[in-house]
C-alpha cells in the first residue's frame, strides 16, 4: 500500500520519464532537456522511496509520538553563513587572497556559533532558558568581536572615501563629518529624554551613508596621483640620480637631531668630497665602518648646488634568476649649508662584495672608500 507522500513524488518521477520519453522522440535524444527531466524522474523517485519506507514519518509507537510533539530547534541564520563561507573560500581561491582569509574566517565563526547554539537548545525542554544559556556562553565574546568588525568596518570604509577624493575635499569632508558626529552627540546629551529607537536609527543612518561611500569609493579607485605614485613605485625605492627628484625629494627635512651618533661626517665644500671621523680633524678618504650595525654617516653641504649622499655597496642576486643588482642608498637632495644623515646596516664585508664607495652624483671622479671588517 502506497502512502500518501510517495504517491505524490512517484507521480512527478513518472511525469518526468514520460517528459524525457518525449522530448527524445520529438525534439532531440542527445539534448541536455533530456538529462534534466531524467534526473527529476529519479530524485523523485529516491524521496518516494524514502517516504514509502518510513510511512510518511507517521509515530507508530508512544516514544515516536513523544519525539513528534518536541518542539522544533529555533531558527538559525548560522547554516546560510556557514554556505556563504564556503562560497567566499571557493572564490578566494581563484581572485583574491584577502577574500579566502575571509571565508576561512566566517567559516570559524559560523561553525563555533552553529555548534553552541545546538549545544544550548538540548541544555532543557524550556526555550527560554536555552537562550539564556546561550547568551551567557558568548556574549561575553560576541560583543567585543561585534564591536570591534563594526570598528574596523568603519574605519576602512572611511579611508576607502579619504583615498578617493583630492587632498583638499578630503580635509573638509574630514572637518564636516567630525562636526556631525560632534552635534549628533551634543543633542543626544542634552536632550535625555530622546527615545532610544531615534538614537539608534539615527546611528544606523550614519554607519549605512558611510558603508555605502566608502563601497562606492573602493569600487571607483584611488584619486589620480595615488594611482600614479603606486604605478611608477614612488613609495618604495629611492631616486639616487643627480637630479632632483618630485617625490623621494619632496618635503625634506634637512635637519639632523644632536642625539644621533655618527660615525663619520661627509662634506662638500668649493666642489671638493671630504671625510672627517669623529675625534679626527685630518680630511680622510677612507671610512671603516661596523658590519651588521646600523651606522650614521652625517652629509653636510657647504656649496651653492644641491647634492646628495649616495652609497654604493656591491651587488647582489635577484632571488634565484642569477642577475645581479647594485645595491644603493642615498639622502634626500641637501641644499646650501643643510645636512642629511645616511643610516646604513651593511651585512657584507667589503672584500666578499666588492668595493664600497660613498659619492655623490655630480661631482665626477670624487669618492670615499669604505671598508667593513
Not at 510511512?55 to 529555533?74: L, M, R, Y
Amino acid at each position: 500500500m502506497f502512502t500518501t507522500g510517495s504517491k505524490y513524488y512517484f507521480g512527478v518521477a513518472g511525469l518526468g520519464s514520460l517528459g524525457a520519453v518525449l522530448y527524445m522522440v520529438l525534439v532531440n535524444p542527445c539534448d541536455v532537456g533530456v538529462l534534466a527531466l531524467l534526473g527529476i524522474a529519479i530524485a523523485m523517485s529516491l524521496v518516494g522511496g524514502v517516504a514509502q519506507f518510513t510511512d510518511d514519518f507517521d509515530a507508530d509507537t508512544v516514544s515516536e509520538a513523544v519525539t513528534a510533539s518536541a518542539s522544533a530547534p529555533a531558527k538559525s541564520m548560522w547554516p546560510l553563513l556557514l554556505a556563504l563561507g564556503g562560497v567566499l573560500l571557493l572564490v578566494g581561491m581563484t581572485a583574491k587572497p584577502i577574500i579566502f582569509i575571509l571565508g576561512i574566517v566566517v567559516i570559524f565563526a559560523a561553525g563555533v556559533e552553529w555548534a553552541l547554539q545546538s549545544w544550548a537548545e538540548r541544555a532543557s525542554t524550556d526555550s527560554a532558558f536555552n537562550r539564556f544559556v546561550r547568551e551567557r556562553a558568548l556574549s561575553s565574546l560576541e560583543l567585543p568581536l561585534l564591536a570591534g568588525g563594526i570598528v574596523a568596518t568603519i574605519a576602512v570604509a572611511f579611508s576607502r572615501i579619504m583615498l578617493a577624493v583630492s587632498p583638499q575635499s578630503g580635509a573638509i569632508l574630514f572637518i564636516m563629518i567630525a562636526t556631525a558626529v560632534l552635534v549628533v552627540g551634543f543633542l543626544v546629551a542634552l536632550k535625555t529624554n530622546l527615545k532610544k529607537s531615534t538614537i539608534a536609527a539615527t546611528c544606523v543612518l550614519g554607519a549605512v551613508v558611510l558603508l555605502v561611500s566608502g563601497g562606492i569609493a573602493g569600487f571607483s579607485g584611488n584619486r589620480e596621483e595615488l594611482v600614479v605614485a603606486a604605478a611608477e613605485d614612488h613609495y618604495s625605492h629611492k631616486e639616487c640620480e643627480a637630479a632632483s627628484s618630485e617625490h623621494f625629494d619632496k618635503n625634506s627635512n634637512n635637519a639632523v637631531s644632536m642625539k644621533s651618533g655618527i660615525s663619520a661626517t661627509i662634506r662638500v665644500k668649493d666642489g671638493k668630497l671630504t671625510a672627517q671621523l669623529i675625534g679626527i680633524d685630518t680630511p680622510v678618504q677612507v671610512v671603516t665602518l661596523a658590519r651588521s650595525n646600523l651606522t650614521t654617516i652625517l652629509f653636510r653641504n657647504l656649496d651653492d648646488a644641491q647634492y646628495r649622499l649616495v652609497a654604493n655597496l656591491g651587488t647582489q642576486k635577484v632571488g634565484d634568476t642569477g642577475v645581479e643588482e647594485e645595491i644603493v642608498d642615498c639622502t634626500q637632495m641637501t641644499g646650501k649649508d643643510q645636512t642629511q644623515a645616511l643610516i646604513l646596516k651593511i651585512s657584507k664585508p667589503s672584500a666578499s662584495s666588492g668595493p664600497y664607495t660613498l659619492t655623490v652624483p655630480g661631482l665626477e671622479g670624487q669618492e670615499i672608500a669604505v671598508v667593513v671588517p
